[in-house]
């Protein structure tokens, strides 16, 4: 099918209408899946399924050492540089194994302390089990995942997030049939290696031309410049999630689990529609600031991403949002308490997504310290104002801590962001 006009001359709106068919179709896979969980497990098993995937996501950064925006960046840098892309394989290939065998080791030594600090029970030590045999899966999954997004190859991109997804999907219905709560966390943990599966038909020939599997060596000559992305990665992504493990718990203890189900129900909703921005970003935001080496043209790109997606996201944003209590009376029955969390969770987001396009600027241009600092504070209000506003608002207390949080990391983001370019246009003056 022949893509109208405007949308084919435009590289965001190409990107995003592929996406938005696959987010399509996922969302209403997920809206099934959704009601089949809040119906056969309840809130209380959707709260622990919470726990397994904030687990996942951890170790997503964890078991490649965070290489992921690293791969992207020096792989929309250096595609066309064979032996350049050697070396910086060959240095992630160590890290893959340090990081497998580190989180391996931590998974399964430590599975018996991890189920009853997670859970609060030992009925789980077999999650952590299975996954310590997992990580190199997703370890090797997550990079060949970055090598798809650095070469902007949005469609197959499509194709496997979509096609890996359904069987995903398939595998967790199975395990929900014959032992439900138990199988469905199996087919969690198992998802990387389906994944990585899909990846190998769809892509493996183009990887080989990308990844000379034949010349990589073990070897540390991209240490540093990939060290600064296992940092920012062990931020966003492995502190963000053991936060939101810790506000889970905190929830559950200060009111009760099917609270925590509620939030982690609403947490969900929000992740299937805010996969509709990661595909952007991963294929062209972060290869397009990398490419950028001014303070006019960033604007211009930024602006141009704005009024592209923005109006898109507020539109489905509100859709949510009248539809609320229709998608909780048919995907979460009984969860009436989710209710009151739509509208700051919502807003919250908004802000997020407006925020994480100026941001993929410090993942771009290597920025470390910018990038530590602004996470650090998101972090740190996240968790100070989730603990002070559940004390006066309860579950609900959580998401307007969330609305907050992303105001004021926005209204940091923009001045660290323009205070870079005004910082590096007088330096090319004095030169």
Do not use: C
Not at 287 to 308: D, G
Not at 368 to 376: G, N, P
Request: glycine fraction near 4%; aromatic fraction near 16%; charged fraction near 15%.
């Amino acid at each position: 099918m022949k893509l109208p006009k405007f949308i084919s001359d435009n590289i965001v709106l190409k990107i995003t209408s592929l996406n938005a068919v696959v987010i399509a179709i996922r969302l209403v896979i997920s809206a099934f899946i959704q009601w089949l969980l809040a119906t056969t497990v309840g809130a209380a098993g959707i709260a622990n399924i919470g726990q397994v995937r904030n687990v996942m996501a951890m170790l997503t950064s964890t078991t490649s050492l965070g290489t992921f925006n690293g791969v992207v960046k020096y792989v929309a840098e250096f595609k066309k540089d064979q032996p350049e892309l050697s070396k910086v394989f060959s240095t992630v290939t160590v890290f893959i194994l340090l990081g497998s065998l580190i989180s391996a080791a931590v998974l399964f030594f430590g599975a018996s302390f991890l189920s009853t600090y997670l859970f609060n029970s030992q009925e789980f030590i077999y999650v952590f089990q299975l996954l310590a045999v997992i990580v190199p899966f997703i370890a090797i999954n997550r990079v060949v995942n970055a090598v798809v997004s650095g070469l902007s190859d949005y469609k197959r991109y499509a194709k496997i997030e979509l096609i890996s997804y359904i069987l995903a999907t398939v595998a967790l219905i199975i395990g929900l049939y014959f032992t439900e709560l138990k199988g469905v966390l199996i087919a969690i943990a198992i998802a990387p290696i389906i994944q990585l599966i899909v990846l190998a038909f769809v892509f493996g020939k183009i990887l080989k031309t990308y990844v000379p599997l034949k010349s990589l060596k073990l070897s540390f000559i991209y240490k540093n410049q990939l060290l600064a992305f296992t940092l920012m990665s062990f931020i966003s992504t492995f502190l963000l999630n053991y936060v939101e493990l810790d506000i889970r718990t905190l929830v559950t203890e200060e009111i009760n689990i099917n609270e925590a189900g509620y939030w982690t129900a609403m947490t969900f909703i929000s992740k299937n529609y805010m996969v509709f921005a990661t595909g952007l970003f991963t294929l062209y935001v972060l290869p397009k600031f990398a490419s950028i080496h001014s303070k006019s043209e960033f604007k211009h790109e930024v602006l141009n991403i704005y009024k592209t997606i923005l109006p898109i996201f507020a539109l489905g944003m509100v859709i949510v949002y009248l539809l609320r209590n229709y998608i909780i009376r048919f995907i979460y029955p009984e969860f009436t308490g989710m209710e009151p969390l739509f509208k700051w969770q919502l807003f919250g987001d908004f802000i997020r997504l407006s925020a994480l396009v100026l941001a993929h600027q410090f993942l771009a241009k290597r920025l470390v310290k910018s990038f530590i600092i602004t996470e650090l504070i998101s972090l740190g209000l996240f968790f100070v104002l989730s603990k002070v506003f559940i004390q006066h608002y309860g579950t609900e207390g959580i998401v307007i801590a969330h609305f907050v949080r992303y105001i004021i990391y926005f209204i940091i983001v923009v001045f660290v962001v323009l205070f870079y370019y005004d910082k590096t246009t007088a330096n090319r003056e004095q030169l």
